[in-house]
């Protein structure tokens, strides 16, 4: 049997060794037009910055390696011109020489990843303008960064590259400007977390610009000034364009290869496409929800790899078969870290869901262990009380609790199983009820005891529209008097009980403290005493006063 791999970073090379692991008789083969193999993707950013001292450390293996290791043929700097279905035929063009040849094959394998996303932009095509999508784009910048001696740089777009190199250009000691089009940065989050994001970038130094997009880059011959729709000039020594990517299909789309809603290429949990003995997998391949079932499109070295075994697997007689994924990612961003998984807020309610949010501000160890806050925002069904979603904020901890928030969300946990969970505890690494486990009490007490939150934005409505309610700051007086929300009354949780006779039971009222424990005390006791419509602030006003700045 003779396989043929199109493509051979993580999904490719994934397929090639799991078919080698289970056939030692095929003939396998791997083209790519690039000059790296097998490189980590996700560390180029650290190889600009300076936490990766040399290449060899992204890109450990070559043709050779593969050849000798997992006996594979790997062809570097080869472009695969055209696939013929029908009688199962390759051209391919050596870009060295550039001799062209035809390739038999039995099954095929397209594994041609992403490319980035390339704005129409006047200037764009500039010498000092710059995507990263590879190691030669690595390369470059960094070439860039250490010998043009650049003070400046503007970053457009807020993703995960664009906000691991705002990172990285800093270390650098370079002035930094984050452009987004979209209403806030990191859009993959809800606003209500990303404005943690925000504020951290500007603590560190690094102008972020929303709601705003690129229109010109100016200077001759390199960029000198980016202009934006707004008006607003921002000098610049070079551009970073991360404005996402999107799915490398123009080969398998000349061949009759199916697309799906996403635009990446449709296949299903066998990685087979609609032509038989061609499979896909990788950046340039549909993924699909665990959430929802529906396809989805989220380009993660973790889930091509995981297609890739599959591919291999299925392509020499296995029985692997795709399982979906909840879109999770995680990055770094200066000493924070942003995890997330599942659904958000916005894509909750999108979908139909009569969703249950809460914000739960917690220590990932106990402060007397050096402990730092996290913010977890959790989004559930009211109607199963299954989780849906998860997204974090925080300097340490976050991978550990949203890896435990995956594994849940994968095996249909409800809110009340996460309090259930026996989490490993000891000081150096988690406080005795785990945030984890907090969240669930926090969601289950919503969901099925009657201690419902409102939402930061859900009380500034209501203050905008002048709707009736009381707002009760259960903090001690010191605190309501630095700082509270606008309208409410301060009685501190200890005198509650003595102010009952003045409170309306019928009125809707939201209690509130810092992060929300107080607050649900005295959630408590009105609820106790038969009030009626009691709302806990959800994340107390320390999450109230960070995403009323507006």
């Known amino acids: 049997m003779k396989i043929i791999i199109i493509g051979g970073v993580a999904a490719g090379t994934s397929a090639a060794a799991k078919a080698r692991r289970n056939n030692e008789n095929a003939q396998i083969t791997l083209f790519d037009a690039d000059s790296d193999v097998s490189y980590s993707g996700c560390g180029l950013p650290y190889f600009i910055g300076t936490e990766v001292e040399g290449r060899e450390q992204l890109v450990p293996r070559d043709a050779a390696f593969f050849k000798q290791k997992y006996n594979v043929d790997v062809y570097t700097r080869h472009q695969v011109l055209e696939i013929q279905p029908q009688s199962k035929v390759l051209t391919v063009q050596n870009l060295v020489t550039q001799e062209i040849f035809q390739e038999r094959y039995d099954k095929l394998v397209v594994a041609t990843g992403a490319k980035s996303v390339v704005p129409a932009i006047e200037g764009g095509n500039k010498p000092n303008v710059f995507y990263l999508r590879n190691v030669i784009n690595a390369d470059r910048i960094r070439e860039q960064v250490l010998t043009a001696n650049p003070k400046s740089a503007v970053i457009v777009g807020s993703g995960f590259i664009g906000l691991e190199m705002a990172e990285n250009l800093t270390a650098r000691g370079i002035a930094v400007s984050v452009v987004e089009m979209a209403g806030h940065v990191m859009p993959a989050l809800d606003q209500d977390m990303a404005v943690y994001v925000a504020d951290h970038l500007l603590e560190k130094g690094v102008q972020v610009i929303v709601n705003d997009s690129v229109i010109r880059l100016e200077g001759e011959p390199s960029v000198s000034k980016v202009i934006l729709k707004s008006g607003k000039e921002i000098d610049a020594d070079f551009v970073i364009m991360a404005v996402g990517v999107r799915p490398n299909i123009e080969l398998a789309q000349k061949s009759g290869i199916e697309l799906g809603p996403t635009g990446a290429i449709k296949v299903n949990r066998k990685m087979q496409t609609n032509i038989d003995d061609i499979y896909a997998c990788g950046d340039c391949a549909e993924s699909y929800s665990l959430m929802t079932g529906k396809p989805l499109y989220r380009p993660l070295g973790s ?127 988690s406080t005795t009820k785990d945030p984890v486990m907090y969240t669930g009490m926090i969601l289950d007490n919503a969901i099925r005891r009657g201690r419902v939150l409102m939402t930061p934005a859900e009380v500034q409505e209501k203050i905008k529209n002048g709707e009736e309610v009381k707002i009760i700051d259960a903090r001690v007086t010191k605190q309501y008097e630095k700082a509270h929300v606008e309208g409410a009354v301060n009685i501190p949780q200890e005198n509650i009980r003595k102010a009952l006779d003045s409170l309306d039971k019928e009125m809707v009222t939201v209690t509130y403290c810092n992060k929300g424990v107080t607050g649900n005390a005295a959630q408590n006791i009105l609820i106790n005493h038969g009030f009626k419509n009691v709302y806990n602030l959800s994340g107390g006003y320390k999450n109230y006063s960070k995403n009323s700045k507006k």
């Open 303 to 429: 889930t091509a790899n995981k297609m890739g075994r599959i591919t291999g697997d299925q392509i020499t007689g296995g029985d692997l078969e795709f399982r979906g994924i909840l879109g999770t990612g995680i990055f770094k961003m200066f000493d924070m870290a942003v995890g997330q998984t599942g659904l958000t807020e916005k894509e909750a309610k999108k979908e139909g869901y009569e969703v249950v949010v809460c914000h739960n501000i917690k220590p990932d160890k106990p402060e007397y262990y050096h402990g730092s806050e996290m913010v977890i925002k959790a989004v559930a069904d009211k109607n199963t009380g299954k989780v849906l979603g998860v997204q974090i904020v925080g300097r340490s901890g976050v991978d550990k609790r949203i890896d435990v928030f995956v594994t849940a969300i994968t095996f249909g946990a409800k809110a009340e199983d996460l309090f259930h969970l026996d989490l490993a505890y000891a000081p150096p690494f």
